[in-house]
């Protein structure tokens, strides 16, 4: 396992932008997919962005494509979101993900992955 800790998360008023950074606190021999997901208040966590462990493909959820966009630095060990025209409903707690067993090229479903981060609050103002 790794640790993931997440940073970046904040309070914008509504078409700001944030960009959440996760930082895995080991470097490992192999790569591995890693996902955003949030938990939005009163409801059940969900998929929000995947990366492929080799960075060739991702895929984001219908809700935030076209605004979020999910990237890698390899030499930091960081997975980024790139949070662009918030709106109120992207309020929630955004968790970091990684599939370090490899088992997925492109995991979807929170079980598909097995190292979480604590989560980092975003608060969008209307």
């Not at 929000?48 to 935030?64: C, F, G, K, L, P």
């Not at 109120?88 to 993900?97: L, R, S």
Request: charge should be positive; charged fraction near 20%.
């Amino acid at each position: 396992q790794v640790q993931l800790v997440e940073s970046g998360g904040g309070l914008v008023p509504v078409g700001d932008s944030l960009r959440l950074s996760c930082t895995a606190s080991r470097r490992t021999g192999n790569r591995y997919s890693m996902g955003w997901f949030r938990q939005r208040p009163g409801k059940e966590r969900e998929f929000v962005a995947t990366i492929s462990w080799n960075d060739r493909e991702t895929v984001h959820a219908d809700s935030v494509k076209g605004r979020f966009a999910i990237s890698r630095d390899s030499a930091k060990n960081t997975v980024y979101l790139q949070m662009n025209s918030l709106k109120f409903d992207d309020t929630g707690v955004y968790y970091c993900a990684a599939d370090v067993s490899g088992t997925y090229y492109l995991p979807l479903k929170a079980t598909d992955f097995d190292s979480w981060g604590q989560g980092t609050q975003v608060t969008v103002s209307s």
